[in-house]
């Protein structure tokens, strides 16, 4: 991700191109983050179905264990039950201080990339985000940032936070277009 990341930013930075807005670019540098938003570390936490999944075989979560109605787990063994404010190597068990699956509406295992795009740009599914506070989630949370330090027997999500959140500025300074599949 990082060199042709990088490498596709410095199209936009080289010869004015970053001030138009074009379709093709704002798509391309998409692909491209979709690298992160298709990668296990994501795809585990916004699953198709009530269950989460988890290492980078996407396998159902064990011990079997559901959203519940908040995304917190069920009533009675909220998901911080095991996974607690960091996460606890020896037992290979990922945490986090907010650690709980993504709504609902925001399931991507088994989409399109293209329909993850409409998703993340629809304020109705994504938490009321406009496109300055999806870049600021996907930039900044720390949850999100999670990925790119999973702990002992997970694989990293690719690049950086930081790389990702230029590549989602870029798409959004393109016109935030998405792939058609």
Known sequence: MRALGLALLACLLAG???AQTDEA??????R???KVLQHPRCLNCHPATDRP???DTMRPHQPRIVRGEDGHGPAGLPCSTCHHKANFDPARVPGHPEWHLAPR???WQGKSLGAICVQLKDKERNGGRDLPGLLRHMSED???GWAWAPGAGRTPAPGTQEEFG???RAWIDNGAHCPTE
């Open 16 to 18: 004015g191109a970053a």
């Open 105 to 107: 509406s925001m399931a």
């Open 142 to 144: 720390s949850l999100v």
């Open 53 to 55: 999944t988890q290492t």
């Open 25 to 30: 670019v704002a798509i391309a540098i998409f």
């Open 32 to 34: 491209e983050a979709g």
């Open 166 to 168: 230029a590549l989602i």
